[in-house]
């Protein structure tokens, strides 16, 4: 059934952003990386691009955690907006929601100077409680989300997929430590499947409300 025209501008609108919100970040990422004198993407968290005395750490924090972050809320408030089944629906957009707001804090309080994880700022401290509090929130999130929408088994079965992928970054994460060269790498893995997930989302709102503007011009 076709919705609303004003409701299908809305998610179109919100999906869009998640996209602009994801590619953007990836884009900085790769750029920042570039500029900063020896960075390293397999030892190095990305929040190191934005951390306090960092050479580009305005931009990354307001042009690439921030985008990204507020992206994420877009797509939860589409989910919402396009609520299949109205209560387990919203439940999962406050979920999407919850995570970007994780991001949206961590990139207002930047961590310290090499991200460490002792004698912490009390920005880092909330840096580090709100991007890990998002990082565990993703692989439920996702889960969630397959629980409810039910569709096609190859589509159910790519986001449990990217789902233990986070999870099993997630578990490297904690395992390697900090300190480790390739804690990088994981946390790109995992920045990586949570992206393919919204991207995916995205994509999927879109198609669904330039489906029901077409439908909707059919009926009319």
Known sequence: MPGHPIQNILARSLALLTLIGTLGFWSLILVIA????????????????????????????????????????????CLMVRALHPLQTRVGGLLVIGMGIGFVLAAFNSCDEGCRFTDMSQAAITHNMAAFGAFFLAPPTVLWTVFVSRRTLNLAFAQVTLALAMIGALTAMMTLGVDHD???????????????WLVTMASIGLKAARRNVLEADAVD
């Open 34 to 77: 570039a500029l900063t004198p020896d960075y390293s993407h397999t030892s190095q968290f990305i929040s190191e691009m934005g951390a306090t005395a960092a050479p580009y750490a305005g931009a990354m924090n307001l042009f690439g955690i921030l985008p990204f972050g507020l992206g994420i809320v877009a797509l939860g408030i």
């Open 182 to 196: 390739l804690i990088g790498l994981a946390q790109r893995v995992f920045i990586l499947a949570l992206s393919v």
